[in-house]
């Protein structure tokens, strides 16, 4: 669960409220501003971790949740219906001044409420004042916690308070709630965030020059022009090419030995100014550190200067644990047809603090046709994440975020869908399976949703938030989200390039839960990013192999996918269909179409037909664009 999620359009007091959750919690959520007609028809549910009702007065509440809405299949419904089985499967609301009274009037009297209020929304619960304070000139305000169900109601009496003293609320949110509000910024990373230099790095001197080669024949950029703060930095090093791109700026410099030159460029960027970053249309200098196989910082023995220099992602350690991930890859049997390869992850381009990862090779011509196939990008810390429809891509300290470019042939084009398939078996299997003993522990509990997250079995169902619960194998099993995809097609020169984009929770036990924390659950060993990055990227290199053998066909991998997935005959509603019933049974393996049979078929997700083409009748086939499974309600519904 990532999302933080504001009820907008009952008030002022709407912005206050999101800009004090940003300041306090936006570090590890996607804080968002949201209406009463999302929260009536749309599937956020299982993917948030708190709504917030800003202050307004009560009898705007009455109105807001009581308003009729109608589904897309035309089924009526209100935010009371939605807001409230949210909260009784483990959800989280902060109702402030006038939203307080409303979901309990209890709220609005002056004594103090030694017991708590009996009922929340309607709803029976047990209440615990956790302060009470002055609010009104006269008046007592609480701060009341009420566990309804399985979830949780924080009654705050004084919205002004909240709204503009945006500290007061971390204790309570954090305590009472659970929430992430404690963290800061990673040591070093400043707050707010300042970008850092790109580190390009490969043990393939080949690789670099093809990088390189295309960017020194672009027109000369003065970037100081735009980068003052760079100058003094960049005369300590060799500058390759200056690059005035389609949406950046950006200097490429190269020094043999970066462990003098680069302390000064890392202070010169940190101490820069980067509040124009914020503006949509400004054009961001970057700068890009070229750091070759003769230069120190990638050697074994100089773990320890890297570190210093890159202390979150250590480039040594990195390379290490993919060459070790290939060497596994010859011994361990894979679910698919495999052939160790080396394209993937051997160029690497690391941030400590960036904009975003998959903005830099989207929305740069010059840089992304410069990438050679299988350059990647990893980021400690984002400042403008993306990632599917209207949803952002949280980036807290310890997930593993990365993307690559990739690319189709022309006639191909359609088998885009399948990367976002094959990352997520790279993720499942490579974490699995090529990590070693310590990643051993993982088999069968690291899971797909379709069609592009990924979920982890947590030894208990978490006390606070919602998770998806099933029944496998006669056992009850709790399933968290850990990681997400992303997939951009462009057609540029006569083919498709891709830029696959991954975050996995490796580090980071919040929002949800980390593979460290898993291991420490169900197995034994200590977990790095390096470790986990180098086994993804070398089973993902392995898929992409595969699969452009296979003419691009997804049969070889329907087998693993399906052993992978949480999907297996689970019956679903189609919001768009009339709310008809339907299992789900397969993925067609021309154009990746989540399958459904209607209930009394004789198909099942074990049978071939169910992960055969598109154009076998009886199926309801459904694309992976434009849908959104809805775990907790089994609906398919409309992406927004």
């Not at 899971?447 to 079995?457: E, F, G, L, M």
Request: aromatic share 8%; charged share 15%.
């Amino acid at each position: 669960m990532s999302k933080l999620l504001v009820l907008d359009g009952v008030g002022d007091a709407s912005d206050a409220a999101r800009s004090a959750m940003a300041h306090i919690a936006g570090h590890a959520y996607d804080v968002q501003a949201t209406d009463a007609s999302v929260l009536a028809c749309d599937p956020w549910a299982q993917s948030t971790a708190l709504v917030v009702l800003p202050d307004a007065a009560p009898a705007v509440y009455t109105e807001a949740m009581q308003r009729v809405h109608t589904l897309a299949g035309g089924k009526k419904t209100r935010v009371h219906a939605a807001l409230l089985p949210y909260i009784l499967c483990g959800g989280s609301v902060l109702a402030m001044g006038g939203a307080a009274t409303f979901a309990c009037p209890d709220m609005a009297g002056d004594a103090s409420m030694h017991g708590g209020p009996s009922a929340v929304l309607g709803h029976a619960c047990s209440a615990e004042v956790l302060e009470t304070f002055e609010g009104a000139p006269g008046r007592a305000s609480r701060v009341v916690l009420c566990r309804v169900g399985q979830g949780k109601v924080l009654l705050v009496g004084c919205g002004t308070l909240c709204a503009n003293n945006a500290p007061a609320l971390a204790p309570w949110l954090g305590q009472a709630l659970g929430l992430d509000v404690a963290s800061t910024a990673p040591r070093s990373i400043t707050n707010p965030p300042r970008l850092t230099p790109w580190l390009l790095a490969s043990r393939s001197q080949a690789l670099l020059d093809q990088f390189t080669a295309p960017l020194t024949a672009s027109p000369f950029w003065d970037i100081s022009q735009r980068a003052p703060f760079l100058h003094r930095a960049l005369s300590a090093w060799r500058l390759v090419a200056n690059v005035h791109d389609t949406h950046s700026d950006y200097a490429i410099v190269q020094c043999a030995a970066p462990a003098k030159a680069l302390p000064a460029l890392t202070d010169a960027c940190l101490n820069a100014d980067y509040a124009l970053y914020q503006d949509a249309l400004a054009r961001v200098p970057n700068v890009l550190v070229v750091l070759g196989p003769d230069a120190r910082l990638l050697m074994p023995d100089d773990a320890a200067q890297a570190s210093r220099v890159a202390p979150y992602f250590v480039l040594p350690h990195y390379f290490d644990a993919l060459q070790r991930a290939r060497a596994a890859m010859r011994h361990c049997p894979m679910p698919w047809p495999h052939t160790p390869s080396e394209q993937v992850g051997d160029l690497l381009l690391y941030g400590q603090v960036v904009t975003s990862t998959q903005t830099m090779l989207e929305k740069n011509a010059a840089f992304l046709r410069a990438c050679p196939l299988g350059t990647t990008l990893v980021a400690t810390h984002q400042v403008a994440p993306r990632a599917r429809g209207s949803n952002a891509w949280i980036s807290p300290c310890g997930c593993l975020q990365f993307s690559t470019r990739l690319a189709l042939p022309a006639r191909a084009g359609a088998k885009a869908v399948f990367l976002q398939y094959l990352v997520a078996l790279a993720v499942v299997y490579g974490l699995s399976t090529l990590m070693g003993p310590t990643g051993a522990c993982l088999q069968g509990r690291i899971r797909i949703k379709w069609p592009n997250d990924v979920y982890a079995q947590v030894p208990e169902k978490p006390a606070d938030g919602v998770c998806v619960t099933r029944t496998e194998h006669g056992e009850t099993r709790h399933y968290v989200k850990i990681g997400g995809i992303l997939v951009h097609a462009l057609y540029m020169q006569g083919k498709y390039d891709l830029v696959v984009g991954c975050g996995v929770n490796c580090l980071n036990e919040q929002p949800t839960t980390s593979i460290s924390k898993l291991v420490r659950a169900y197995g034994s060993g200590e977990v790095t990013q390096e470790q986990c990055a180098g086994a993804i990227f070398a089973a993902f290199d392995s898929l992409v192999h595969a699969f452009q053998a296979a003419h691009y066909s997804f049969a070889p991998f329907a087998k693993a996918y399906q052993a992978a997935w949480l999907h297996d005959d689970q019956e679903i509603g189609l919001e768009d269909h009339g709310n008809v019933r339907v299992r789900v049974v397969g993925l067609t393996s021309d154009y990746g179409l989540l399958r459904t049979a209607p209930l009394g078929a004789a198909v099942r997700a074990s049978d071939a037909e169910a992960w055969g083409d598109a154009t076998q009748p009886g199926f309801i086939d459904l694309q992976p664009d434009g849908n959104s499974f809805d775990m907790l309600q089994n609906m398919m519904r409309t992406k927004t």
